[in-house]
T-cell receptor, first 113, second 110 residues
Framework: AQSVTQLDSQVPVFEEAPVELRCNYSSSVSVYLFWYVQYPNQGLQLLLKYLSGSTLVKGINGFEAEFNKSQTSFHLRKPSVHISDTAEYFCAVFSGNTGKLIFGQGTTLQVKP | ETGVTQSPTHLIKTRGQQVTLRCSSQSGHNTVSWYQQALGQGPQFIFQYYREEENGRGNFPPRFSGLQFPNYSSELNVNALELDDSALYLC?????????FGPGTRLTVL
């Protein structure tokens, strides 16, 4: 069975500092991996996705993630965060067999001035 | 291009009542999935519809049911509401293994 573990429930960081949000997955088949952001009282917005090809994926708002098959990880990074990046971030794996996304529990990114 | 829309945005019901939530998929997307997001949790897959047929179901009881219409819009129905059904309900339409989410419906069960 596929699963996703987000290793940090909360990540506090100062503005303009770099940040990494960690995600590990388990899957016995080829995976499609996603990061979504959720701002308060809103739905999910896609940040980036890995379907195939280059393991370094660039997304919106300056975020990037690296797919590491040997470590079964898909960590999200940003070199310099802004106050506006404060939100909930979800890592997800797509199950091709069932057509569903399996989400992690989420990581709250708190950017402080 | 119109994105995924959901209605209503907020809803308050009491235990035992029934509720219907609605979703309009993005133009050209024939697959719709529904997710339940409890407070402080990640979304959980409820079920998926493809061309008006249920195409996969998560670990939810039968009182959660759905429909998809010929225009690919969809409904989520929940009967005999329980307090634990209070959550944000998200609809997503799919294209090329990517799911596009609507803003959600916040359901509160009192």
């Amino acid at each position: 069975a596929q699963s996703v573990t987000q290793l940090d429930s909360q990540v506090p960081v100062f503005e303009e500092a770099p940040v990494e949000l960690r995600c590990n997955y388990s899957s016995s088949v080829s995976v499609y991996l996603f990061w979504y952001v959720q701002y308060p009282n809103q739905g999910l917005q896609l940040l980036l996705k890995y379907l195939s090809g280059s393991t370094l994926v660039k997304g919106i708002n300056g975020f990037e993630a690296e797919f590491n098959k040997s470590q079964t990880s898909f960590h999200l990074r940003k070199p310099s965060v802004h106050i506006s990046d404060t939100a909930e971030y979800f890592c997800a794996v797509f199950s091709g067999n069932t057509g569903k996304l399996i989400f992690g529990q989420g990581t709250t990114l708190q950017v402080k001035p | 291009e119109t994105g995924v829309t959901q209605s209503p945005t907020h809803l308050i019901k009491t235990r035992g009542q029934q509720v219907t939530l609605r979703c309009s998929s993005q133009s050209g997307h024939n697959t719709v999935s529904w997710y339940q997001q409890a407070l402080g949790q990640g979304p959980q897959f409820i079920f998926q519809y493809y061309r008006e047929e249920e195409n996969g179901r998560g670990n939810f009881p039968p009182r959660f049911s759905g429909l998809q219409f010929p225009n690919y819009s969809s409904e989520l129905n929940v009967n005999a509401l329980e307090l634990d059904d209070s959550a944000l309900y998200l609809c997503a339409s799919s294209h090329n293994n990517e799911q596009f989410f609507g803003p959600g419906t916040r359901l509160t069960v009192l």
